[in-house]
């Protein structure tokens, strides 16, 4: 069965008729939600199912950007909220062990969450070193400011939600912790050195490149190439992501209605594409926006099509955790973070 290499949101809570129609006749290859598509458990699995239902396949990539602190889709009451990954790094910088079981507990914890209600995909973690005067936009969604520190507890962030059968999505890929910008609003330009950004942005990347997806920065480096940002830079895809980072897995963009690309959607998808990413990534729901991105969307196929299916292999493969123990054992690690 032809798929797109294309991941769609939608608008609500529930498809609508063109939804429906639109997926039908495009068949994406992946979904995500956000907050506006959540309500309760139950109406969640059901949005999820209809996904699979419309692209007549069992298991889907359905993604959710579910880290913890200020960016976590599932929320309390209804969900468990988390800290954030500067928190877990804290612990780590304290204790290394038990900063790398409180990684990976969360990560197992988020699987917990997150398997039962349909998503199979987490845009965890952030590997992104940030810089003193960088934009907040990563702030403390980075685990912390060593390479060393991130690329330790970023494996076992991977690890844990793997442990429960749910993939991880390295981000930002090569690195957004030294733009002053925020990508959704603005494009950052980075002119640090190519030195300093392989000894100290890259390393994480690199350390984690075995791992089956990851995201894109849109975020152009002008040490590496000056014209393009690193979503649309085949310079930067060629030759560090794929080359000096040896990262071979499916590499998507990060989201393509980010006001840091410029262009009509056509232009955008198209340069995407061309630059070498394996799939392009639209989350807004925008019915017209879609349809302007799936036009200059290619099927999968070729090594974008090997590496889709490498990365549904983890797919449900679960290990036997049992969950209240695994709730009780990662309080007991909060209780010890350190107070900032």
């Not at 690195?175 to 002119?191: F, I, M, T, Y």
């Not at 075995?210 to 849109?218: L, Q, R």
Request: proline content about 6%.
């Amino acid at each position: 069965m032809e798929t797109k290499a294309l991941i769609v949101g939608c608008a609500g809570t529930e498809l609508t008729a063109e939804e429906r129609a639109f997926l039908k006749a495009e068949k994406p290859w992946g979904f995500i939600l956000f907050a506006r598509n959540i309500e309760t458990p139950d109406q969640v699995r059901r949005l999820n199912d209809s996904f699979a239902e419309c692209v007549s396949r069992k298991t889907v990539p359905i993604l959710i950007d579910q880290e913890g602190g200020r960016v976590q889709r599932l929320r309390a009451p209804t969900w468990h909220d988390y800290p954030p990954a500067a928190a877990l790094g804290a612990l780590y910088l304290q204790d290394k062990a038990k900063g790398l079981r409180a990684a990976w507990l969360q990560s197992r914890l988020h699987s917990f969450d997150l398997l039962p209600l349909g998503f199979t995909v987490d845009c965890l973690p952030v590997l992104d070193v940030p810089a003193k005067d960088g934009h907040e936009v990563i702030g403390n969604r980075a685990y912390g400011d060593e390479p060393e520190i991130v690329s330790a507890m970023g494996q076992a962030a991977c690890d844990g939600l793997k442990a429960g059968g749910v993939m991880p999505v390295i981000k930002h890929i090569p690195g957004h912790g030294r733009a002053k910008a925020d990508s959704h609003k603005d494009l950052p330009v980075v002119d640090t050195p190519r030195e300093t950004l392989e000894a100290v942005d890259f390393p994480p990347f690199a350390a984690l490149s075995n791992e089956a997806m990851a995201m894109t920065a849109h975020v152009v480096f002008s040490a590496l190439d000056a014209a393009a940002p690193a979503t649309t830079s085949k310079t930067i895809i060629d030759g560090i992501i794929r080359g000096q980072m040896g990262f071979d897995g499916l590499l998507m963009s990060d989201d393509v209605s980010m006001e840091a690309l410029s262009g009509d959607f056509a232009t955008r998808t198209r340069a995407i594409f061309n630059a070498g990413c394996d799939m392009v990534l639209h989350c807004n729901g925008l019915m017209d926006q879609m349809k302007a991105v799936a036009n200059e969307t290619p099927q999968l196929s070729g090594k974008a099509l090997s590496r889709a299916d490498a990365a549904m292999a983890g797919i449900g493969t679960v290990d036997n955790a049992d969950e209240a123990e695994t709730r009780a054992e990662f309080a007991d690690l909060l209780a010890q973070i350190p107070v900032a």
